[in-house]
């Protein structure tokens, strides 16, 4: 089965100080990991995701997320917080090569970003 | 470039009443999921279906709960006699052809739309 972990319920960050949200999986074979928002009364927007290749991954709004293979983890990193970047976030996790095809999702992290 | 639409966006059902909830996949996109969110909570996968076939139904509740995604049209959640705990938020996505085909391939994103929040009273 897969799962995934995010720890803090809830990050707080002032603007312009880095910032991460942690994340944790657990999947057989090769994991495919995403990061997705979700600003208040909205869907879900998706930021970035890891396939393969280098370990960086890039994705919108200035956000990154860098995969750890011997830690299971895909924490999601930003340089300097907006207070625009304050919502929900939610790390997903599949498997890869086989299984389900379906999405894993973590519990969410409340980002809030302080002026 | 429309992404995916859901409609309605919000509805109320009394208890014991039947809820449809309708999800159009971006254009050209043939798989479609469903998954629900209760409050505070991250989203739990239902029903993963493509073009007159459901392919994983897994989280799907044994009763009251339907899926399809017919040949032309949206695909519908329909929940009959719905219950208080049915109220949650339902979100629907989509993605292209090649998500998940093979070994390794289909590396694509999934598409979700804004939501439809049900309320039962």
């Known amino acids: 089965a897969q799962s995934v972990a995010q720890p803090e319920d809830q990050v707080n960050v002032a603007e312009g100080n880095p910032l991460t949200v942690k994340c944790t999986y657990s999947v057989s074979g090769n994991p495919y990991l995403f990061w997705y928002v979700q600003y208040p009364n909205r869907g879900l927007q998706f930021l970035l995701k890891?396939?393969?290749?280098?370990?960086l991954v890039k994705g919108s709004y200035g956000f990154e997320a860098e995969f750890n293979k011997s830690q299971t983890s895909f924490h999601l990193k930003k340089p300097s917080a907006l207070v625009s970047d304050s919502a929900l976030y939610f790390c997903?996790?599949?498997?890869?090569?086989?299984?389900?095809?379906?999405?894993?999702f973590g519990s969410g992290t409340r980002l809030q970003v302080q002026p | 470039n429309a992404g995916v639409m859901q409609n309605p966006r919000h509805l109320v059902r009394r208890r014991g009443q039947e809820a449809r909830l309708r999800c159009s996949p971006v254009?050209?996109?043939?798989?479609v999921y469903w998954y629900r969110q209760l409050p505070e909570e991250g989203l739990k996968f239902m029903v993963y279906l493509q073009k007159e076939n459901i392919i994983d139904e897994s989280g799907m509740p044994k009763e009251r709960f339907s899926a399809e995604f017919p040949k032309e049209g949206p695909s519908i959640l329909r929940i009959q006699q719905v219950v208080r705990g049915d109220s949650a938020a339902y979100f629907c996505?989509?993605?292209?052809?090649?998500?998940?085909?093979?070994?390794?391939?289909?590396?694509?994103?999934?598409?979700f739309g804004q939501g439809t929040r049900l309320t039962v009273v």
């Open positions: 997903a996790v599949r498997a890869g090569d086989t299984g389900r095809r379906a999405l894993t």
């Open positions: 890891y396939i393969t290749g280098d370990n």
């Open positions: 996505a989509s993605s292209p052809k090649n998500h998940n085909q093979g070994t390794g391939a289909g590396n694509t994103e999934a598409f």
């Open positions: 254009k050209g996109h043939s798989h």
